[in-house]
């Protein structure tokens, strides 16, 4: 499900903005006045915006350290308008004062607000935190992993991963891909600590709480939801891992108890191993990615050919190994490294996915209100996208189906929702710890949650957590990712129930249904940022964002009974 670095590029944080002339603080502003002098607060910046945008997007591809030092510079630009006080000053005496309060304006000022709040630190401060996180992040999309004398790109690690039997080999890999931790490692204890800095001088306990805060989320709600869910998992968790331990036990002729990470087929188990013999990766092993992403798009009246001409799908020498969807200001790209398996056929609904949700943002909204009303729910429509590449009333629309267990995919697809969410716990807690308390054993912390929310045997204490990328490249970003998956399965049932009229919740059709396509253009994407998150969901599903729908999935698929009444 999740074995990817999906990072949607979100013009609304990349905005910087300068005082027109003849601006002055004062006691109170008008609702004219500000309507007059935004646009030549924010036209002037598009450019800068811009320009940051093709330098990143350079870097990613050609992992050239010119590149990367452009990017570098673009950034700090941008900054340099973010950290002005007086802008800011003014905003927030226009903001406070509430005179603007037609609601199209209100919310075009309020994410300007909230997004020059996000950057009103030291000048010198941000310069440093963007040089510090550049640099780590060219030595991510340049490491590559060195094993018996071989320079590894990750799809080959995890081929490894997953189709050898030999214990040694596979912990030898496993842990050669992880000694990018050890090289980045006291760089990003020292970026997190910058960061605190940055949010401490802006009144916050630390930099988690201010980015959850100035992103629209409660900190306390998020945690109480999220271990809402570690609650209501546990159990079924528990009694799933010991089916998926025994498998491997057998698989690696080997016991339970001397099963290691390096067993679980993944660098960090956040993905169900093979435990069915399901011939997916065969059914797109000669064929078109592009292809089957174009149709099943199209088909829902929803085509994204322009954004597949612009995309880069391939691995090269120096390109990041990963998947992100970038989207400025409707310039809309993705980043791929293709292999012609499910994994990345899987991968390319995702990042279309989010490629979709942001070209069908209404243009006619104020400039900053073009992007996803939060990262959630982009991320969610992506997921709900992704579940398509193993599903077989997805795949007989391109290929002859063989005889498929329908039972235990649907299965499968339960027990790897109960995987990745215990993965996504551990990645949720330790990043919230981590800048609480910098100085702690991280690495202690890390291996106590992986043997609290995974169940996994510790194998040794190394800075194995720091090989994450999320962290010092998308901060706080990751339990986004379990939130669009409840959401994902808030939205499926909505549309299978109330769009389609059907009954199949765990493979839905969605291959050919313009119904489907038209709901999410005129009721999710076309709103873009227009309110926020959690009204947004209501309009949509006529429920604030619920666990249950998640649950429901895991339940029937695991064969508990009908599932929960949700209606």
């Excluded at 030291?122 to 018996?148: C, D, G, H, P, V």
């Excluded at 697809?413 to 702690?440: C, G, I, N, S």
Aim: proline residues 3%.
């Amino acid at each position: 499900m999740k074995t990817l670095y999906c990072i949607l590029i979100i013009a609304v944080l990349l905005v910087a903005i300068s005082i027109p002339l003849g601006i002055k603080l004062r006691n109170r502003y008008s609702a004219a006045e500000y309507k007059a002098s935004k646009h030549t607060i924010i036209q002037p910046i598009i450019s800068l915006s811009k320009a940051h945008a093709e330098a990143y997007w350079n870097a990613l591809v050609t992992g050239s350290a010119k590149d990367w030092a452009k990017t570098e510079q673009a950034e700090n630009k941008l900054n340099e308008y973010l950290a002005d006080d007086e802008t800011f000053r003014y905003l927030e005496k226009i903001y406070v004062a509430g005179e603007v309060d037609e609601y199209v304006d209100r919310r075009e000022l309020e994410i300007l607000y909230l997004t020059y709040k996000a950057h009103n630190g030291k000048k010198e401060l941000i310069k440093e935190t963007i040089a510090l996180s550049a640099s780590i992040e060219m030595k991510f999309n340049t490491f590559r992993t060195q094993w018996e004398g071989k320079n590894l790109t990750d799809n080959q690690v995890q081929a490894i991963l997953e189709t050898s039997t030999d214990s040694k080999v596979l912990e030898g890999v496993w842990k050669a891909q992880k000694a990018v931790g050890s090289v980045v490692a006291k760089d990003i204890i020292k970026l997190v600590k910058l960061r605190n800095q940055l949010a401490s001088s802006l009144g916050y306990a630390n930099y988690h709480t201010m980015s959850l805060t100035l992103r629209e989320q409660s900190p306390d709600e998020v945690f109480e939801l999220l271990d809402w869910v570690h609650q209501q998992t546990i159990l079924n968790y528990m009694r799933s891992k010991k089916e998926i331990d025994s498998v491997l036990a057998r698989r690696y002729n080997t016991t339970v108890l001397q099963l290691m990470p390096w067993h679980y087929q993944d660098l960090y188990f956040q993905k169900l191993p093979k435990l069915y013999n399901h011939s997916f990766d065969e059914y797109y092993r000669n064929t078109s990615l592009e292809r089957i992403t174009e149709e099943f798009y199209g088909s829902m009246n929803m085509p994204i050919d322009d954004v597949m001409r612009k995309s880069d799908l391939y691995s090269k020498p120096g390109k990041s190994q990963h998947a992100l969807c970038m989207d400025i200001y409707g310039d809309i790209k993705v980043l791929c490294n293709n292999v012609n398996d499910e994994k990345w056929m899987g991968t390319m609904l995702h990042e279309f996915g989010h490629a979709a949700y942001g070209k069908y943002i209404s243009q006619e909204l104020p400039l900053l209100l073009r992007t996803p009303a939060h990262i959630l729910t982009t991320e969610a429509v992506a997921v709900m996208f992704q579940r398509s590449s193993r599903n077989p009333n997805f795949i007989k629309h391109f290929f002859k189906l063989k005889d498929e267990n329908i039972t235990s995919i649907k299965r499968e697809k339960a027990l790897e929702k109960l995987v990745f969410t215990r993965w996504a716990l551990v990645m949720y807690h330790f990043e919230r710890l981590l800048y609480e308390d910098p100085d702690q054993d991280l690495d202690n912390l890390w291996w106590r949650l992986v043997e609290k929310y995974q169940m996994l045997k510790r194998p040794r204490n190394a800075s194995d957590w720091a090989a994450k990328i999320h962290f010092p490249v998308t901060p706080c970003y990751y339990h986004n990712y379990l939130l669009g998956e409840l959401f994902a399965s808030q939205l499926n049932y909505y549309l299978v129930k109330k769009v389609m009229n059907e009954t199949e919740l765990l493979l839905p059709e969605y291959y050919g249904k313009k119904e489907v396509g038209e709901y999410l253009k005129k009721s999710l994407f076309e709103p873009g940022n227009l309110y926020k998150w959690d009204e947004l969901i209501l309009r949509v599903t006529n429920k604030t964002l619920q666990g249950e729908y998640y649950l429901n999935e895991i339940f029937l698929g695991l064969g508990m009974g009908k599932g929960l009444d949700l209606d």
